[in-house]
Structures are given as structure tokens and as C-alpha cells.
């Protein structure tokens, strides 16, 4: 297991990855997989899928493009994994499109995996005698209820054990600091998640952060733009308290602005709980009343 500092997912580290892989000429496509991608930090390093360009030195560019990478990020080389998409199982075809932050698309590269993993799932489940497929790229409102699910959760496991609290409660006892802490950056995390999703599954184009995906979003009309410059404030506090949670002894946390803003974000999810089930609805009334759309 790789060991040294962690890596998280900030817009710092996004644009550098960018920078150096739309600096390779013989690059198609590039997609952030693994636990940064899913989890937002890394004890494992960097995690890339990448697809070169046909008839390009395809061993040359990725020694060269992992030594880049290593340093604009100040990593070791070895804790770059830069793996090669042309070939490779469909496994991690299928964690580019659900959880990968997709870098660089050249060649419109993503709707083609999307269309190998279809066909892919199409012929298991033909042999096993099953009448439909759901499109990887179809959104999936079940899906997206839970996720909503897991948002209200994580707000009212806040408002009830820890937000009831006097902040200057909460100052003096680890347990609960550690627990504003835990519980708010989870709660962001936890709508985050939803726009990733909601932004990929509907074909909406790639978001390589939560923020982009909060952005998107509200572009979309899928939340209302007060709401989305609200999660994007508090995507940047959740960089912040992440970095205090992996830093102990480096980033002092502010508890009483932690507070505020946690007091505050109950309101904006609430409201971002509504818009999203909105959507839904929306959404519902277009399947109803026309073809199902493929993106």
C-alpha cells in the first residue's frame, strides 16, 4: 500500500491534472478513477484511465505524461497509475462512467464506452433470457430517491445530535467537534454526490468537480441558482474541513463559523431536497408523455 501524504480532491489539484494531460498531444481521453474520484482523497495516489490516440508511441506517452503528473502534483512517479483503456475489461469502462471525473474527451470517447458497456451488459443478460437492458446513461430515479434519502439523513442526524448543541458546547468536547465536522462535511458530500450523478446519467457533460456538478445543475434547471452558489460555498468548506481532518496539527478549524455555516446549510438542503424532487417529477411527466431519451 502506498503511504505519504494524501491527495484531495480540490479544484488546485483538477486544474493541474488538466493542465498536463491536455498538454499531451497524443491523448484522447482522460478520466480521474479511484478512491480520489469516489471519495474525494487518497492514500493510494493518482488514478487515471486514459485512451491515446491511434498509432501514436502509446509506452512513451504515458511514461512521459506519468513523470508530468508526478510533478505538478509533488508526488512520487510510482504513485501514478495511468491505465490504458484500449483493450482493458469492462469493469473499469463501467467506474469511468459511473464514478470517474472525466479530464479531457477529444474524441467523444465517453459515448463510445457508454455503447461497448451496453452492448457488454446487453449480451449477459441476453443469454440469461432477460427482455431489457437499463441504458447506463439513463438517469435512475430509484437511484437518485435514495441519494436524496442519504441527504436527509445526514441533515437531520446534524440538527438533532449536534446542531442542538451551544456552540460553545461543541468547543469543549472532542467528541462533538469531531462531529460537526464529520457530519457537515458528509452531509455536502452526500448532495454533491447528487449533482455528480444527476449531471452524468442525464448526459449533461462532464463535471470534474462537485462544484462544476453544482453548476451544471443549476444551469440545467435542476436547482435553482441561489441554492447552487449555496453548495458551492459549501463545497469549499467541505475542502477545508477535509484538509483539517488529514492535517490535525496544520489547518485550524474556525468552530464558530463551522457552526453558522452548518445551522445555514440545513435551510439550503432542504430547499435543494425540493428542487431535486421536482426534477423528478419533471421528469416523470416527460417519460410519460414521450420516448424514453438515450444520451
Given amino acids: 500500500m502506498r503511504s505519504g501524504k494524501p491527495l484531495i480532491l480540490t479544484g488546485s489539484l483538477i486544474k493541474k491534472v488538466v493542465d498536463v494531460v491536455k498538454a499531451v498531444d497524443g491523448l484522447s481521453f482522460a478520466a480521474l478513477v479511484g478512491p480520489l474520484a469516489k471519495g474525494g482523497f487518497s492514500y493510494q495516489g493518482l488514478k487515471l484511465a486514459i485512451k491515446v490516440r491511434d498509432g501514436a508511441d502509446k509506452e512513451a506517452i504515458m511514461r512521459s505524461t506519468a513523470a508530468e503528473l508526478a510533478f505538478a502534483l509533488d508526488i512520487p512517479e510510482d504513485h501514478v497509475d495511468l491505465l490504458d483503456l484500449e483493450g482493458s475489461n469492462p469493469y473499469l469502462k463501467e467506474e469511468v462512467i459511473r464514478n470517474g471525473i472525466i479530464l479531457l474527451d477529444r474524441e467523444d470517447y465517453k459515448n463510445k464506452l457508454m455503447s461497448e458497456l451496453n452492448a457488454f451488459y446487453e449480451g449477459i443478460l441476453e443469454e440469461e433470457g432477460a427482455l431489457e437492458l437499463p441504458r447506463l446513461s439513463e438517469l435512475n430515479t430509484a437511484l437518485l430517491r435514495r441519494k436524496l434519502d442519504v441527504v436527509r439523513s445526514k441533515s437531520n442526524f446534524l440538527e ?119 426534477f423528478l417529477r419533471e421528469l416523470s411527466l416527460q417519460k410519460a408523455t414521450s420516448r424514453p431519451r438515450f444520451y
Fill in 160 to 278: 438533532r445530535y449536534v446542531l442542538r448543541f451551544d456552540v460553545d458546547v461543541i468547543k469543549r468536547s472532542p467528541m462533538l467537534s469531531r462531529l460537526l465536522k464529520d457530519s457537515l462535511k458528509s452531509a455536502i458530500e452526500a448532495a454533491g454526490s447528487i449533482c455528480r450523478y444527476v449531471v452524468s446519467a442525464a448526459g449533461m457533460g462532464p463535471a470534474t468537480s462537485y462544484s462544476e456538478a453544482v453548476s451544471i445543475c443549476v444551469r440545467e434547471g435542476v436547482i435553482k441558482p441561489e441554492v447552487g452558489e449555496a453548495l458551492k460555498k459549501a463545497m469549499r468548506l467541505r475542502n477545508v474541513i477535509a484538509q483539517g481532518l488529514l492535517m490535525k496539527d496544520h489547518v485550524k478549524i474556525d468552530y464558530d463559523m463551522l457552526y453558522a455555516e452548518a445551522t445555514a446549510l440545513l435551510r439550503v438542503l432542504r430547499s435543494f431536497e425540493e428542487q431535486v424532487v421536482e
